[in-house]
């Protein structure tokens, strides 16, 4: 006899049977449906920049980098560079939470604390560190290393602080677009205070330097590569003078070429022959020169005589900039120019 669960006003009787057979083929549609609308890819008028416990709108974090170009999608393999707002607001938030303030010689304090002087004394004294005993205590380091260089005395071989290759590196790849695929040449490289910024940022081999001074060359291949971890990016870093830039290879495009106080020391004449030897190793229209401080080798010349050498080499000025720096209070003077040609 079946059970009956209720009755229509028609009489038609509906089993248990049916009832629990009827839900379960609903329960399946609604599963079924609920998945559609999941996978939907049509346009929708929700605020994707709206937060979920407030409701009021978070302004995304873009990075500074982010031009017009790349909003509309033509930005694909751009790296943030440079250190945006958020990123400065929050050190400050950190420093004030953790109740941090700067005290005479707070960064000295230690178990053993030494200047650089007295590092130099004890790894010349002692023989480096070393706890092996005779006859066993022999160099068993992959790369020996002065002491100069492990003290990094070499750090103040500038006329500014050493975390000022980081000022010089944000402005200079913001300034170009540089993605890492992207190749760049500098004239000076000295012991990679800028160049290890862009090492580390570029793809493998995509670093060309040209530098004169040996003892520059040796802090930067015996020390500041090993120490940074970077030798695997195999940065072609060649000795040499005169502007000659034949090593580099006669196929090679730069997206940037830079020089950091380097023409300052250098005769106008000597500039003249680098920038002709450099006009057709950069990427046309795209591609930038950047020279600090000042373009005396250009100014020196009267009237319009600068500007049709430039136009006989292909290049083109593009306009002054500055650049303020994150850490300290200092600024930098850049002249760009373009190559005007293909």
Avoid at 22 to 33: D, E
Avoid at 53 to 64: D, F, I, W
Avoid at 321 to 333: K, P, V
Wanted: glycine share 8%; aromatic share 10%; with cysteine.
């Amino acid at each position: 006899m079946a059970l009956t669960s209720s009755t229509t006003p028609k009489g038609i009787v509906i089993t248990v049977p049916v009832l629990v057979l009827a839900a379960s083929v609903a329960a399946i549609f609604l599963v079924f449906l609920l998945s559609s609308l999941s996978s939907c890819s049509c346009p929708s008028n929700i605020n994707i920049n709206t937060s979920p416990v407030s409701g009021s709108t978070v302004e995304p974090r873009v990075p500074v980098s982010l031009s017009d170009d790349d909003a509309a999608g033509g930005g694909a393999g751009r790296v943030a560079v440079s250190t945006t707002k958020e990123d400065v607001e929050w050190v400050k938030d950190q420093i004030r939470l953790n109740g941090l303030h700067m005290q005479d010689n707070v960064l000295r304090k230690g178990i053993n604390p030494r200047t650089r002087a007295q590092q130099l004394q004890d790894l010349e004294q002692f023989k480096g560190i070393s706890h092996y005993e005779e006859p066993e205590a022999k160099n068993h380091t992959a790369f020996p290393c002065p002491g100069e260089l492990l003290v990094e005395e070499h750090h103040s071989n500038y006329g500014e602080p050493w975390a000022g290759g980081r000022d010089v590196f944000e402005f200079l790849a913001e300034s170009s677009h540089l993605t890492p695929d992207s190749r760049v040449l500098e004239i000076g490289c000295g012991t990679l205070r800028v160049g290890l910024h862009f090492i580390r940022y570029l793809n493998p081999e995509h670093f060309h330097c040209l530098e004169r001074d040996e003892l520059s060359l040796m802090a930067a291949f015996r020390y500041e590569l090993p120490s940074q971890g970077l030798l695997y990016k195999r940065p072609l870093i060649v000795k040499g003078e005169d502007m000659d830039f034949t090593m580099f290879g006669s196929g090679v495009v730069y997206d940037l070429i830079y020089a950091s106080a380097v023409f300052l020391h250098m005769p106008d004449k000597l500039v003249w022959v680098g920038l002709e030897s450099l006009a057709s190793k950069l990427k046309p229209y795209d591609g930038r020169i950047f020279v600090s401080h000042n373009i005396k080798f250009c100014s020196r010349m009267r009237g319009e005589e600068c500007t049709k050498r430039l136009t006989s080499l292909g290049l083109e000025y593009i306009g002054k900039h500055t650049h303020d720096s994150l850490l300290f209070n200092h600024y930098e003077i850049w002249f760009g120019f373009r190559r005007s040609k293909a």
